[in-house]
């Protein structure tokens, strides 16, 4: 069969996609296109190539960004940032893998989804990649003049710089290339930071003219489009093109005939971190591509270390050497797989121990078998994820496209990652006829493989100043061996760089942009059914979907009751509901049942503002997800963890405090800016408060206070989280909300009302917050190259009555404004603003910037910008088109319905989300400049908050701050 140029080559109805699946190859250029057809509204595509790096400057990852910086189509500095300004999309980003670059996009308009297509095919075939985008994507070297600072930027480079300063990140990069120390994944696809400033840009070009061509693509197409379309599309950007052997073969790593030991610094700071270290141990697997070997390794990677009582996790937490699991466990995008686990913060010196007691564990389950309990778990968990197929809010489309890449990007089969029924019905089959499918797998891939590496992470305290001293010594070095007209060119670069970021594009240009109208956006909200009943003091939500037969349930207990000094102790008391155990069975087993008869079983604080007034509604949601068949045993767990805990662990919950700390710790530079601004909400709000006390920086030191209470005063921490549970699970005010088709609904409903109706009376009076107040002006001290620059303020007091506008206007600052500033001209990876309609809090905060003054002086200039701002219609409707994809995200069943549950829970009726969508779709130029004035007002009282190194310090010390060391 022939159709459009694509001869098909294979053709399979596959139930575990929904639908049909065909792989067509393109009889020109040999480009290979797989297709599936399915009913899924949430249209996704995607093209690969291949793109094996040679050095570890950077160039796949510069390249990823560049491409989307205008194309011959499409002759504007950034379509990328048009299409995020103006589409409806689910998804639109780029990736680079250490073998791969992958440009997906996602939609449910299918024009906008043909729209998105086109622009990105026409950048990664035709994009106008010259030596200002090399400069502004990957580094130039920044001054004003010739003789003032030099300084490296480029948003990749700051990108790096902040990755390199997360010891995670450095151990998880450095565990791969000691796996594979003879290949190319030895090298940083992303790029070196030391490496970065020797990319030239002829070698840039070469590397696109030698692996963006369509004889090295893989395109992939999923949803409910017409696959005719698919195939004339894709054929028309193939037309001008022949067959080129294009040489991106990913060679296998040979095996290593002995283990090895590496021992890396990473960047620490003085005081407690200065003597930690991370350990992980690293296995070579098979090649990933073999599909049956990679599901018994995801369900022994469950049983040996994915709960609490897993027993490797369990031995290593035991152990008491570290505080947490490091590595990224069972690593299978590669086209081989690898293992990698340890533990973080240890002594140096008891990494052979850590080494040992894997081994031992492991041998211990070879030789005396796998507990058939975490056999079952493992089973269930996988076959239920497999069924249930939620990747969140990523579209399922890209998921399928991602795993068919595991095989069909190293020239092998397309269909089998999809097709999981046969091998999962395969491995149960073994196990049923008594074959020791895991003890065997153990022996083969952990104890008699000697391709085997432990990586060494032990802390510098000088690495991070040492780091700084090269670059400028490196600029230095260059500046020395310049003629003065050299230097001076070197100065006049970067003033042309200015220049051009400087320079808006054409409206000429941004029209060739494809964008959707106003009148091709829906009117009205789309509605998620949410039924309300008083069942006596019991309120039952509803939520009738089709969930492929899943029962989505939870149990909300208002935290009203909760005084203020055991807030920060409710994160830690709601992991305890299921991973300390009961007075029934121990935690090891309690985790083991529940994945061996649910999807997941856990609890959760959720915090919000109620939508008139701003006042707290804070809950406890203990929520889980079965099948139909298993309502009654998840309902008897739930009943077990909430009526039966046991707190007298002490030994494991010291454990949890260990991790918990960890994990923090590990979360500050990746997600420093989610850190900022929770601090900041913290002093704009008493929601923001109370957030700021269970998950913000006062949750690190009273976490680190807890662990040294655990060792001091036990008994105080015991009762304190049997107050907790006092306070939180009772049956006043408790909430039962429930996602599922009507049939599973009836039949699911009397079970958890029964359980609602049993939990113990105890009336509790609702506590008044009473915290104390947060620093102003604030440093966040972290060993970083890069910052988080957060500014705060309030709208409260300043007469701003909230309109939908304010979606468009957000939209527009985020996508425009401040990309510009920050991102493009800065070279910060990112930046963002956001406003709580009900709080009135107002935030901006950046993401990995190598700025901090020059960012805070952006933010504090943003209401000139507005209020003399002059957009056209067009400009305009590409900011209402994104507002409106904001509102109408894309959602799986499960997250509709908790999302009306919240909405709900904080009173947000449906006709003020209509208002608000009306107010949306009519915003003008005016409300712009109407909304100029009350920003302005409230920016001339807004707090800054950065967490940052050096730089960062150096603006704290010459304004004053409060400076708090968080690493």
Same mark, same amino acid.
């Given at each position: 069969?022939?159709?459009?140029?694509?001869?098909?080559?294979?053709?399979?109805?596959?139930?575990?996609?929904?639908?049909?699946?065909?792989?067509?190859?393109?009889?020109?250029?040999?480009?290979?296109?797989?297709?599936?057809?399915?009913?899924?509204?949430?249209?996704?595509?995607?093209?690969?190539?291949?793109?094996?790096?040679?050095?570890?400057?950077?160039?796949?990852?510069?390249?990823?960004?560049?491409?989307?910086?205008?194309?011959?189509?499409?002759?504007?500095?950034?379509?990328?940032?048009?299409?995020?300004?103006?589409?409806?999309?689910?998804?639109?980003?780029?990736?680079?893998?250490?073998?791969?670059?992958?440009?997906?996009?996602?939609?449910?308009?299918?024009?906008?989804?043909?729209?998105?297509?086109?622009?990105?095919?026409?950048?990664?075939?035709?994009?106008?990649?010259?030596?200002?985008?090399?400069?502004?994507?990957?580094?130039?070297?920044?001054?004003?003049?010739?003789?003032?600072?030099?300084?490296?930027?480029?948003?990749?480079?700051?990108?790096?710089?902040?990755?390199?300063?997360?010891?995670?990140?450095?151990?998880?990069?450095?565990?791969?290339?000691?796996?594979?120390?003879?290949?190319?994944?030895?090298?940083?696809?992303?790029?070196?930071?030391?490496?970065?400033?020797?990319?030239?840009?002829?070698?840039?070009?070469?590397?696109?003219?030698?692996?963006?061509?369509?004889?090295?693509?893989?395109?992939?197409?999923?949803?409910?489009?017409?696959?005719?379309?698919?195939?004339?599309?894709?054929?028309?950007?193939?037309?001008?093109?022949?067959?080129?052997?294009?040489?991106?073969?990913?060679?296998?790593?040979?095996?290593?005939?002995?283990?090895?030991?590496?021992?890396?610094?990473?960047?620490?700071?003085?005081?407690?971190?200065?003597?930690?270290?991370?350990?992980?141990?690293?296995?070579?697997?098979?090649?990933?591509?073999?599909?049956?070997?990679?599901?018994?390794?995801?369900?022994?990677?469950?049983?040996?270390?994915?709960?609490?009582?897993?027993?490797?996790?369990?031995?290593?937490?035991?152990?008491?050497?570290?505080?947490?699991?490091?590595?990224?466990?069972?690593?299978?995008?590669?086209?081989?797989?690898?293992?990698?686990?340890?533990?973080?913060?240890?002594?140096?010196?008891?990494?052979?121990?850590?080494?040992?007691?894997?081994?031992?564990?492991?041998?211990?389950?070879?030789?005396?078998?796998?507990?058939?309990?975490?056999?079952?778990?493992?089973?269930?968990?996988?076959?239920?994820?497999?069924?249930?197929?939620?990747?969140?809010?990523?579209?399922?489309?890209?998921?399928?496209?991602?795993?068919?890449?595991?095989?069909?990007?190293?020239?092998?089969?397309?269909?089998?990652?999809?097709?999981?029924?046969?091998?999962?019905?395969?491995?149960?089959?073994?196990?049923?006829?008594?074959?020791?499918?895991?003890?065997?797998?153990?022996?083969?891939?952990?104890?008699?493989?000697?391709?085997?590496?432990?990586?060494?992470?032990?802390?510098?305290?000088?690495?991070?100043?040492?780091?700084?001293?090269?670059?400028?010594?490196?600029?230095?070095?260059?500046?020395?061996?310049?003629?003065?007209?050299?230097?001076?060119?070197?100065?006049?670069?970067?003033?042309?760089?200015?220049?051009?970021?400087?320079?808006?594009?054409?409206?000429?240009?941004?029209?060739?942009?494809?964008?959707?109208?106003?009148?091709?956006?829906?009117?009205?909200?789309?509605?998620?059914?949410?039924?309300?009943?008083?069942?006596?003091?019991?309120?039952?939500?509803?939520?009738?979907?089709?969930?492929?037969?899943?029962?989505?349930?939870?149990?909300?207990?208002?935290?009203?009751?909760?005084?203020?000094?055991?807030?920060?102790?409710?994160?830690?008391?709601?992991?305890?509901?299921?991973?300390?155990?009961?007075?029934?069975?121990?935690?090891?087993?309690?985790?083991?049942?529940?994945?061996?008869?649910?999807?997941?079983?856990?609890?959760?604080?959720?915090?919000?503002?109620?939508?008139?007034?701003?006042?707290?509604?804070?809950?406890?949601?203990?929520?889980?997800?079965?099948?139909?068949?298993?309502?009654?045993?998840?309902?008897?767990?739930?009943?077990?963890?909430?009526?039966?805990?046991?707190?007298?662990?002490?030994?494991?919950?010291?454990?949890?405090?260990?991790?918990?700390?960890?994990?923090?710790?590990?979360?500050?530079?990746?997600?420093?800016?989610?850190?900022?601004?929770?601090?900041?909400?913290?002093?704009?709000?008493?929601?923001?408060?109370?957030?700021?006390?269970?998950?913000?920086?006062?949750?690190?030191?009273?976490?680190?206070? !807890? +662990?040294? %209470?655990? $060792?001091?005063?036990?008994?105080?921490?015991? /009762? &304190?989280? @049997?107050? *907790?549970? =006092? !306070? +939180?699970? %009772?049956? $006043?005010?408790?909430?039962?909300?429930?996602? /599922? &088709?009507? @049939?599973? *609904?009836? =039949?699911?409903?009397?079970?958890? $009302?029964?359980?609602?109706?049993?939990?113990?009376?105890?009336? @509790?009076?609702?506590?008044?917050?009473?915290?104390?107040?947060?620093?102003?002006?604030?440093?966040?001290?972290?060993?970083?190259?890069?910052?988080?620059?957060?500014?705060?303020?309030?709208?409260?007091?300043?007469?701003?009555?909230?309109?939908?506008?304010?979606?468009?206007?957000?939209?527009?600052?985020?996508?425009?404004?401040?990309?510009?500033?920050?991102?493009?001209?800065?070279?910060?990876?990112?930046?963002?603003?956001?406003?709580?309609?009900?709080?009135?809090?107002?935030?901006?905060?950046?993401?990995?910037?190598?700025?901090?003054?020059?960012?805070?002086?952006?933010?504090?200039?943003?209401?000139?910008?507005?209020?003399?701002?002059?957009?056209?219609?067009?400009?305009?409707?590409?900011?209402?088109?994104?507002?409106?994809?904001?509102?109408?995200?894309?959602?799986?069943?499960?997250?509709?319905?908790?999302?009306?549950?919240?909405?709900?829970?904080?009173?947000?009726?449906?006709?003020?989300?209509?208002?608000?969508?009306?107010?949306?779709?009519?915003?003008?130029?005016?409300?712009?400049?109407?909304?100029?004035?009350?920003?302005?007002?409230?920016?001339?009282?807004?707090?800054?908050?950065?967490?940052?190194?050096?730089?960062?310090?150096?603006?704290?010390?010459?304004?004053?701050?409060?400076?708090?060391?968080?690493?």
């Amino acid at each position: 069969m022939n159709s459009h140029g694509f001869l098909l080559v294979r053709e399979e109805k596959m139930h575990e996609v929904g639908g049909v699946v065909r792989l067509w190859k393109h009889e020109i250029t040999g480009a290979e296109l797989l297709s599936v057809c399915n009913d899924d509204e949430n249209k996704s595509f995607g093209v690969s190539f291949r793109t094996p790096p040679r050095d570890s400057t950077g160039v796949a990852h510069i390249l990823e960004h560049s491409v989307l910086c205008g194309s011959d189509r499409y002759p504007v500095k950034e379509p990328f940032v048009e299409l995020l300004k103006s589409s409806l999309q689910t998804f639109l980003n780029a990736l680079t893998f250490p073998d791969k670059t992958c440009y997906p996009v996602a939609s449910c308009n299918l024009q906008d989804f043909c729209n998105l297509i086109d622009v990105y095919l026409d950048a990664v075939f035709h994009p106008r990649i010259d030596e200002n985008v090399l400069r502004q994507e990957g580094w130039h070297i920044e001054t004003d003049s010739p003789d003032g600072v030099w300084q490296f930027k480029g948003v990749v480079f700051n990108e790096m710089k902040g990755v390199y300063s997360s010891p995670d990140s450095v151990l998880m990069e450095e565990c791969q290339h000691a796996v594979f120390p003879d290949m190319l994944y030895s090298l940083d696809s992303g790029g070196d930071p030391a490496v970065i400033p020797t990319l030239t840009f002829e070698a840039f070009r070469e590397f696109h003219a030698a692996y963006y061509h369509p004889s090295n693509a893989r395109f992939f197409f999923w949803g409910d489009d017409a696959e005719e379309e698919r195939l004339a599309r894709i054929a028309g950007v193939l037309a001008p093109y022949e067959r080129r052997e294009v040489s991106s073969e990913v060679p296998l790593q040979a095996r290593l005939s002995t283990p090895r030991l590496l021992e890396i610094p990473y960047a620490a700071s003085e005081g407690e971190e200065a003597d930690r270290a991370h350990v992980a141990v690293n296995w070579l697997l098979c090649e990933s591509k073999d599909t049956e070997e990679m599901f018994v390794l995801n369900m022994l990677e469950h049983i040996i270390s994915a709960l609490p009582g897993s027993p490797l996790r369990k031995a290593l937490m035991d152990s008491g050497l570290g505080e947490d699991i490091s590595g990224c466990g069972l690593e299978g995008d590669l086209r081989q797989a690898y293992f990698s686990m340890g533990l973080r913060s240890i002594d140096a010196k008891d990494a052979p121990e850590v080494e040992r007691i894997m081994m031992e564990t492991l041998a211990d389950l070879a030789e005396n078998g796998v507990p058939a309990p975490a056999v079952e778990a493992a089973l269930n968990s996988l076959e239920f994820m497999l069924r249930e197929n939620n990747t969140g809010s990523f579209p399922r489309g890209l998921a399928a496209m991602f795993r068919s890449l595991s095989d069909w990007l190293y020239d092998g089969d397309a269909f089998a990652p999809l097709a999981w029924e046969k091998p999962l019905a395969s491995i149960k089959k073994r196990l049923a006829g008594g074959e020791p499918v895991f003890e065997n797998a153990i022996r083969r891939w952990f104890l008699d493989n000697t391709h085997r590496v432990t990586v060494l992470l032990t802390p510098d305290v000088s690495l991070a100043a040492a780091r700084q001293a090269a670059e400028d010594a490196k600029l230095e070095e260059l500046r020395r061996g310049m003629s003065e007209e050299e230097r001076a060119k070197v100065a006049d670069i970067a003033q042309a760089l200015r220049a051009a970021q400087q320079t808006p594009d054409s409206e000429e240009a941004l029209n060739t942009v494809p964008s959707l109208g106003k009148e091709d956006l829906p009117k009205n909200n789309a509605l998620i059914p949410c039924e309300v009943e008083s069942c006596g003091t019991l309120d039952v939500v509803t939520h009738a979907l089709d969930t492929t037969g899943i029962l989505y349930a939870r149990l909300a207990f208002d935290l009203a009751a909760v005084p203020s000094r055991l807030l920060p102790l409710v994160p830690l008391y709601a992991r305890a509901l299921t991973e300390l155990g009961t007075k029934r069975r121990d935690y090891v087993e309690l985790g083991f049942e529940i994945s061996a008869h649910t999807g997941s079983l856990g609890a959760g604080a959720v915090v919000l503002p109620r939508a008139a007034d701003a006042s707290v509604v804070s809950f406890l949601s203990v929520s889980g997800k079965c099948t139909a068949d298993k309502v009654e045993r998840m309902a008897a767990l739930m009943e077990e963890i909430l009526s039966e805990p046991d707190f007298d662990n002490r030994e494991r919950f010291t454990q949890m405090a260990l991790e918990e700390k960890a994990r923090m710790e590990q979360a500050a530079v990746p997600s420093g800016h989610v850190l900022v601004n929770t601090r900041l909400n913290g002093r704009l709000s008493t929601v923001g408060r109370i957030s700021e006390e269970m998950n913000g920086v006062n949750a690190f030191f009273y976490v680190r206070d !807890l +662990i040294r %209470r655990l $060792e001091e005063d036990w008994e105080s921490v015991r /009762a &304190d989280l @049997a107050e *907790l549970h =006092g !306070l +939180i699970v %009772r049956r $006043e005010g408790v909430k039962l909300d429930m996602t /599922a &088709d009507g @049939a599973l *609904l009836a =039949g699911a409903r009397g079970v958890l $009302e029964k359980l609602a109706r049993n939990l113990p009376s105890r009336p @509790a009076e609702r506590c008044a917050v009473e915290l104390a107040e947060l620093p102003g002006a604030e440093l966040l001290s972290i060993p970083a190259q890069v910052n988080y620059v957060g500014l705060g303020l309030s709208l409260k007091g300043t007469g701003y009555r909230y309109s939908g506008s304010q979606a468009v206007i957000l939209r527009h600052l985020r996508m425009g404004y401040l990309w510009d500033r920050v991102r493009v001209q800065g070279g910060a990876y990112g930046c963002f603003a956001r406003y709580g309609r009900s709080t009135g809090a107002f935030t901006f905060a950046s993401y990995r910037d190598p700025n901090v003054a020059n960012t805070l002086r952006v933010y504090r200039e943003t209401a000139d910008y507005l209020g003399n701002l002059s957009l056209s219609e067009a400009d305009i409707t590409r900011a209402v088109v994104g507002a409106i994809g904001d509102v109408d995200s894309y959602m799986l069943p499960g997250a509709k319905g908790s999302a009306a549950f919240s909405r709900w829970m904080a009173g947000e009726s449906e006709e003020e989300r209509q208002r608000i969508r009306e107010e949306i779709l009519a915003t003008r130029l005016a409300d712009f400049h109407d909304f100029a004035p009350y920003l302005a007002s409230a920016l001339e009282k807004a707090v800054p908050c950065v967490l940052g190194g050096s730089d960062a310090e150096a603006v704290a010390d010459a304004e004053g701050w409060t400076k708090t060391r968080i690493l």
